[in-house]
């Protein structure tokens, strides 16, 4: 059976249902004349982000602002008694789940991540064309913070990278990728050091990274 209850902050004007539905609710607006006029309430359209997830649009005193369906669900019908920040898919939509009730519940961002089949959603989604093409576009050419036109970088985005031997400065290149030529050290090891290590998420954790075969790499210039 369908229950329907009031959106939060918007009583009176929309209401969501246990089913993932959100519709608007009758009322009377002033019209151009000055004059009371009732808009009769209906099922909102929704739309789907570049994520997948479902939301609608809801307006109050003039300012529109996107609500995504699940978390209307999830803050009406399911008690968040330990305060947890995310609303997990049980079974994923790309998966065929929905944004009923049953197939909601409220997680920390590891419970979220960890549901085995938000994971293979998300590898699904790291190995498909359209994420290798959205990729491939944004750091195409000039894009690319390494990319080289005519022997030269493009300064405005490549970050400049410093070696160092025993605390002393013994070298300075343009990029990490400049390094790596010069030198003939990995790319992603030189990187690593400078960020000062990587997040393995094997392990889930932080992994400190602070030489490259006996360099210290850095992005700053250290004292």
Not at 38 to 48: A, D, E, N
Not at 95 to 123: A, H, I, Q, S
Not at 161 to 190: M, T, W
Request: with cysteine; aromatic share 12%.
């Amino acid at each position: 059976m369908e229950e329907w209850r009031d959106i939060e902050g918007y009583e009176g004007l929309y209401q969501v249902s246990n089913k993932g539905r959100v519709k608007s609710l009758d009322r009377y607006v002033n019209n151009h004349w000055g004059k009371q006029q009732l808009i009769k309430g209906k099922m909102l359209k929704q739309y789907i982000n570049e994520r997948g997830y479902s939301y609608v649009a809801l307006c109050k005193n003039g300012t529109i602002k996107g609500a995504l369906v699940h978390r209307l669900v999830a803050e009406s019908f399911i008690p968040n008694l330990e305060g947890k920040p995310c609303i997990d898919h049980i079974i994923p939509l790309r998966d065929g789940g929905t944004n009923n009730v049953e197939n909601l519940r409220w997680c920390t961002f590891k419970e979220n991540t960890n549901n085995p089949r938000t994971l293979k959603v998300m590898k699904e989604w790291a190995n498909s064309d359209d994420n290798r093409k959205r990729v491939s576009e944004q750091f195409k050419g000039e894009k690319n913070p390494n990319y080289y036109k005519k022997g030269k970088p493009n300064l405005a985005l490549a970050r400049k990278v410093y070696q160092y031997k025993n605390g002393e400065l013994v070298g300075e290149y343009v990029s990490a990728s400049e390094a790596a030529r010069q030198l003939g050290f990995s790319q992603g090891h030189i990187s690593k050091c400078c960020n000062g290590g990587f997040w393995d998420y094997k392990k889930n954790k932080w992994i400190n990274y602070t030489q490259c075969r006996g360099y210290k790499f850095s992005y700053k210039l250290l004292n």
